[in-house]
């Protein structure tokens, strides 16, 4: 059996390992660690779920705790969401707990300034979305020209959103001697182009099948006239044995209903989405792990920013229209090898998107029924 210590991490990161609670490195882990602590590009793609951040943060952490601390900014994580930053950057300072590294989430939806102060003092590693670190960028206020390392965290779903264009921005501020990390659930023909652009004879490392959800994830499907999805999903709700769930809504002003009638109903409900502050998606997002919240609603800016665990169910209140997006949604619960069951509501309208979704999978979803809600 494959341990940690056997791929080759230093005695400094193992302790961050152990103190965090990790034994046996996942596959993405055990084929991605030992190529990136020799230096090579690495093109990762895995399911969500499967340890990932591990995958390149420890690598990282061994190369740069090495050398001593410059305070320069010598490796660089972008990601799409802010949630993501912040769980990268948190999983940066639990792993590297032992080592002298300092480490900096720089997102947007919250003030520059502490972000200005922190990067004069100096940073060793930065967890960034591409917005606000094109906002650096264009202010100077932080230099790109020392990064060692380059990780692009979830590359397909910062394509998605459109930061194309930024991310070639940060990357052409980089040096073109650094080591080029790209991670990605899914790969699209524009990830693929992305690929060939910006790393250096990488190595390849495909953990499952990114088309698949895990196969720890019980997939359902309820056929449910439009009107009759809110008295749908309080039945589940209240009758299934569910603990900790995650709804999604295709709209932010559906989000908003729906976590209002919850709460009208007695359920210990809150919502994330894109029009809330950083601060009220932080505390939304805090409640849903501590368990204060036990539903939680949101939009697909969720979709790849949420890391909880004992996640028992997620629900597609709407039918998601791409069938990535269903994969990225109902990866959040199967998570670590743990059951999980994803439950979607489809509409009449919605029969397309399903049929997308199976040709996708290649498998046809269970069907299920509660007499008097469904059709």
């Known amino acids: 059996m494959q341990t940690f210590r056997s791929l080759g991490l230093s005695e400094l990161l193992l302790a961050g390992v152990l103190d965090a609670g990790y034994t046996t490195p996942t596959p993405i882990q055990t084929q991605a660690i030992p190529l990136v602590l020799a ?3 690495l093109v990762g793609s895995a399911q969500t779920g499967t340890g990932k951040t591990a995958a390149f943060v ?3 952490l061994d190369r740069l705790a090495a050398d001593e601390p410059s305070r320069s900014v010598r490796a660089l994580i972008v990601t799409p969401t802010r949630e993501l930053a912040l769980q990268v950057e948190a999983s940066v300072r639990a792993y590297g707990a032992a ?3 300092r480490s900096l989430a720089i997102l947007g939806g919250v003030s ?3 972000q200005l102060q922190r990067l004069a003092r100096g940073v060793d590693i930065v967890v960034a979305t591409p917005g606000r670190l094109i906002d650096h960028l264009q202010r100077g206020s932080i230099d790109l ?3 060692d390392v380059l990780v692009l965290d979830e590359a397909d779903r910062m394509l998605d959103m459109g930061f194309i264009r930024d991310i070639r921005k940060i990357v052409k501020a980089t040096p073109a001697s650094r080591q080029t990390l790209l991670f990605s659930a899914t790969m699209p023909t524009a990830v693929r182009s992305l690929a060939r652009d910006i790393l250096s004879d990488p190595e390849y490392v495909d953990i499952g099948h990114s088309r698949t959800p895990a196969e720890t994830v019980v997939q ?3 056929a449910v006239p439009s009107n009759r ?6 039945h589940v709700l209240e009758h299934e044995p569910v603990h900790h769930v995650l709804v999604f809504s295709r709209t932010k002003r559906r989000a908003d209903r729906v976590k209002k009638k919850l709460v009208k109903r007695g359920f210990a409900a809150e919502v994330m989405h894109s029009d809330r502050s950083q601060r009220q998606r932080q505390r939304a997002l805090h409640g849903f792990r501590n368990g204060r919240v036990k539903v939680l609603v949101a939009t697909d800016i969720a979709a790849r920013g949420i890391d909880v665990d004992g996640i028992s169910h997620v629900i597609n209140f709407d039918t998601p229209r791409q069938p990535a997006d269903y994969i990225h949604r109902i990866g959040r619960t199967g998570r670590a090898e743990a059951f999980g069951e994803a439950i979607t509501f489809v509409t009449k309208d919605e029969r397309t998107y399903l049929r997308r979704i199976e ?9 299920k029924a509660y007499e008097g809600l469904t059709v």
């Open 112 to 114: 520059i300034r502490p």
């Open 58 to 60: 420890l690598p990282l």
């Open 39 to 41: 230096g090579r590009d």
């Open 229 to 234: 999805k809110m008295n749908l999903l309080y």
């Open 359 to 367: 040709r996708h999978t290649g498998s046809r979803l269970i069907r």
């Open 145 to 147: 020209s020392r990064v």
């Open 99 to 101: 080592t002298p590294l």
């Open 220 to 222: 359902r499907v309820c």
